[in-house]
């Protein structure tokens, strides 16, 4: 039922309990994951004196991006599932509507990824992409608490 899973992956405690729920998932559907990181240009874009150091801090942004991205992909590839991975680059657009695009383009059959759990003020404060994805998307959704 579930041959493709895409897991987008920031290198948090959180993610990696998506990672290991997908490669369970994997192994159970005999299916491949896509991982994906997206890297935010527009936190650095804060300041008029973070102009001088962005392009440092952007490939800095990038480098921990690739870094996330190999060390997940190899637990996916030690546990014997098909892995590939992308990393998306966004000024200032929101992670989910990234996740999602990248997930419908790739024909995701589900998306697998850790959820904090904010509720209340820190969620309405830091907001959640794991509910905007579910909120925004056809594709099934598997959080992972």
């Known amino acids: 039922m579930?041959?493709?899973i895409l897991v987008p992956v920031d290198g948090s405690a959180t993610s990696n309990l998506g990672i290991g729920a997908a490669i369970r998932l994997a192994k159970d559907q005999k299916a491949k994951i896509r991982l994906i990181h997206v890297v935010d240009e527009l936190v650095l874009m804060?300041?008029?004196?973070?102009?001088v150091v962005i392009g440092d801090a952007i490939d800095m942004l990038r480098d921990a991006g690739k870094s996330i991205l190999a060390t997940s992909v190899a637990k996916v590839s030690k546990a014997g599932i098909a892995c590939e991975s992308s990393m998306v680059e966004?000024?200032?657009?929101?992670?989910?509507?990234?996740?999602i695009r990248d997930a419908k383009k790739w024909k995701a059959d589900i998306i697998v990824l850790g959820t904090h759990g904010r509720r209340g003020i820190k969620r309405m404060v830091m907001?959640?992409?794991?509910?905007?994805?579910?909120?925004?998307?056809?594709?099934?959704?598997?959080l992972v608490r």
């Not at 804060?46 to 102009?51: G, I, K, Q, R, V």
Request: avoid cysteine.
């Open 2 to 4: 579930f041959k493709r």
């Open 46 to 51: 804060s300041t008029p004196e973070a102009a």
């Open 127 to 142: 907001g959640s992409d794991a509910e905007e994805i579910v909120r925004s998307t056809t594709i099934p959704v598997l």
């Open 90 to 99: 966004s000024i200032g657009g929101r992670a989910a509507d990234l996740i």
